[in-house]
């Protein structure tokens, strides 16, 4: 590789470290998505009727889907009704959850393996110290 | 060609973008340790048209197989007990798979770069 050539990539647009990106530059195709779908089921979804289903086994007219229910469940989870959103659906408080994870995960990278980043900043220093204790 | 080039040859469906990435992790890196990086880094990528053909999996019997193996076990459970979202979450996947592949390539490379600086004395 040369060294040159590695300088001028250096200001490069892919970097590792948390809060680079300026503007609206963190929003990504997948956590627009994801915080799309949440705000509607937040704020705007009709939860007690359901009206049209995008799902292609309902589609197809057959009665058991494992995911049906789950968007009410997680607008009712969003407004706070628990119980309603468990008998809906049981994942839909676990997936409001993993799915808010997502978007922050994807919108600031550098927050995606911070414990094993923290984990080896440990481990690299405990292996100064052993090296300094050998001497 | 030297070592390094050789080296980055051996991993399939290499683009431009992930070349770039690579280049900027390793950067630091003398010769040798950027070899020893990229030996680890090919172990740990994930192969974009891996990720395709997992993803494709959805469709037919257990979906949510490449979440699980990028590492991201909260969504990986999700997907496979709500077969992928009704399959909206999995054709999005089919629609998205470079861009996941490329993101966990990301993380393991900036990895990679960590576990040979802390081989260095």
């Not at chain 1, 627009?32 to 509607?40: A, D, N, Y």
């Not at chain 1, 408080?93 to 393996?113: A, C, K, Q, Y």
């Not at chain 2, 054709?91 to 900036?110: G, M, V």
Request: overall charge positive.
């Amino acid at each position: 590789m040369n060294a040159l050539f590695l300088r001028s990539l250096r200001p490069c647009i892919f970097s590792f470290k948390p809060f680079r990106s300026k503007g609206l530059g963190f929003l990504k195709p997948e956590s627009i998505i994801w915080l799309g779908s949440l705000l509607w089921l937040g704020l705007f979804a009709n939860l007690e009727q359901q009206r049209w289903s995008l799902c292609p086994l309902h589609a197809l007219g057959l009665d058991f889907c494992p995911g049906c229910g789950l968007g009410r469940s997680i607008g009712m989870a969003m407004r706070g009704q628990f119980a309603a959103s468990w008998a809906m659906h049981p994942l839909g408080i676990p997936s409001f959850l993993i799915l808010l994870h997502r978007v922050v995960v994807l919108s600031f990278p550098g927050l995606s393996g911070l414990p094993q980043k923290l984990k080896t900043r440990l481990f690299n220093s405990f292996a100064k110290f052993a090296r300094h204790e050998r001497r | 060609m030297n070592a390094v080039e050789k080296e980055i040859l051996l991993m399939p469906n290499m683009d431009g973008t992930e070349r770039i990435f690579l280049h900027n992790v390793l950067g630091e890196l003398n010769e040798e340790e950027q070899i020893t990086a990229l030996q680890i880094y090919r172990a740990k990528r994930k192969d974009p048209q891996m990720m395709l053909l997992l993803t494709l999996i959805g469709l037919v019997g257990a979906a949510g197989v490449h979440r699980f193996i990028m590492g991201q076990i909260g969504m990986g459970i999700l997907y496979f007990f709500t077969a992928g979202f009704c399959f909206i979450g999995t054709i999005l996947d089919l629609i998205n798979y470079r861009q996941l592949a490329l993101e966990s390539n990301k993380q393991s490379a900036a990895e990679a770069a960590a576990t040979v600086k802390i081989m260095r004395r």
